[in-house]
Every structure is written in C-alpha cells, then in structure tokens.
C-alpha cells in the first residue's frame, strides 16, 4: 500500500464516523388525555424556550395529530431533552431524523 | 371550596386552601413515593411515570441504565418538597373560613408542579382515562367517583399554579 493511498484512506474514515456522530435525532412528543394543553405549552416554552405561539403549535399539533417533533438535534441533547420531558411528566420519545 | 394562588412580592408563590383539600392532599407524596419505590405496586403507573425513550430494546436498557436514576430522583425530591410543604403549612381565615396557606419559593415551583402533575397522571392511569374530555362527563355514582373529584382539583391546581406564574418570554 503506497502512502498516498494512506493519505486517500483516512479521511474517508473519519468521514464516516463524523456522518453517524452527527446523525440528527427528533424528540416527539405524544398525546395523551391526561396532561392539560396549557401544562404542555408552558413545558415546551420552558425547556425549549419557544415563544407562546410556537408552543402553542407544537401543543395543538400533539392534541390534534398524535405527536409533534419539538427539537431536532444531536443525539445527546435529544437525550437529554427527552429527560426533562419525562421529569415533566410528557410522553417523549427520539428517533433518529429520516433522509 | 377556597383556591387562591398568588405570587407574593418575594417571589414565592401563596397558595390557599380551605382545610378540607388540603386534608385530601395529605396522604398523596405518601402514595406516590410508594409507586415509586415500589414498581411491582402497578405496572402501567410505572409505565407512565417513567415512559420508554427508545423503540430498541439494548438502547433503551442502557439509556435506564445511565439515566435511569436521575428522573427517579427527581420526582422523589418532588415528594418530599410537596411534603414539606403541607406540614409547613399556615392556618389563615378567609372570609371568616378556617383556611391554610402554603408556601412555595420560585427555585421550588417547578418541582411542586411536577408533583401536582405526576399525581394526575397516576390517578389518571388508575382510572384508565383513555379520551379526552374525561372531566366534562363525571359521573357522581361511579364507584371511583373521590379519585376523579381529586384529579379534577389537581387540574384546578394546576391551572392556577400556571396562571400564578409569570409570563414566559
């Protein structure tokens, strides 16, 4: 193996393990019939510091829809969001973001 | 019934009751440091307390695994601040009516919120509430019909609470 294929290698490497690392996770939000809407957007406005109308949104699309994402981000900050969620008492989960 | 919340001029929150809600709250950190601890107690309150974060099995095992512990303490330390603050309670009179007050610091309100909403949805996962609605359609002859009047008043706590709050930027 000559040494410029060396140097071809590993950035290919490192790209690879930089792509996955940086994989985008969703935290969704469900519905439930328990949790009050002004609990949920007053939660939403605390933990992600969204303003009452996009709180508002995330909380009418998860009482209308089923679920809402309310952040898209690293794995470990969507880790730690769903955390906080869960301490809130809300149904949250995280899956990794598609396409 | 007697329910005033106000955020008082050092930032804690006055919370007023009359004697009787307040006896009815009495026995409830008692009842969920229980379910707490005790997770064999009710399957599906467990469930809701502490909901899965992964579909996938090994991931979700080592995420309770590393952060497992930390929600359980966290709503622990909710009952014992809940606790704490229905034995440092206040007699007061409103209007001429034997009434207490509680009192809640800023640091500590969320928290107590949390308390206030953990204790709803155990009661309602015990009452197997599945649409919205439930409180629109109470019914007084049905067998459970104390614990539905106790989550309705734990909703009306909690509204208040939030409205007590200060607006959110």
């Known amino acids: ?99 | 019934m007697i329910l005033k919340i106000r955020r008082k001029f050092n930032r804690s929150y006055s919370v007023v009751l009359d004697t009787d809600s307040a006896e009815a709250l009495q026995d409830l950190p008692r009842k969920l440091r229980d379910l707490l601890t005790r997770p064999d107690v009710s399957k599906q309150v467990t469930a809701r307390l502490f909901p899965r974060v992964y579909k996938d099995a090994a991931e979700e095992e080592e995420y309770r695994r590393l952060l497992g512990d930390e929600l359980l303490r966290r709503k622990l330390d909710s009952v014992k601040l809940f606790e704490d603050t229905l034995q440092n309670r206040k007699a007061v009179l409103v209007r001429g009516t034997d009434a207490v007050e509680l009192t809640v610091k800023p640091e500590e309100f969320e928290l107590w919120l949390g308390f206030v909403n953990d204790m709803r949805l155990v009661l309602g996962t015990e009452l197997d509430i599945q649409e919205d609605g439930w409180s629109e359609n109470f019914d007084p002859t049905h067998p459970r019909a104390n614990d539905f009047a106790l989550l309705h008043y734990l909703s009306l706590l909690e509204e208040e609470l939030l409205r007590a709050h200060p607006k959110l930027p």
């Open chain 1, 1 to 99: 193996m000559s040494q410029s294929t060396k140097t071809l290698e590993r950035p290919e490497t490192v790209e690879e393990t930089r792509t996955e690392h940086d994989r985008l996770w969703n935290v969704i939000v469900w519905n439930d019939p328990i949790n009050l809407m002004s609990y949920v957007t007053f939660v939403f406005q605390k933990l992600f510091g969204y303003s009452l109308a996009v709180a508002t949104k995330h909380m009418l699309e998860v009482h209308g829809q089923g679920r809402s994402i309310v952040a898209t981000v690293e794995r470990e900050k969507a880790e730690y969001f769903v955390g906080r969620l869960h301490g809130f008492g809300l149904q949250a989960t995280m899956e990794k973001q598609t396409g």
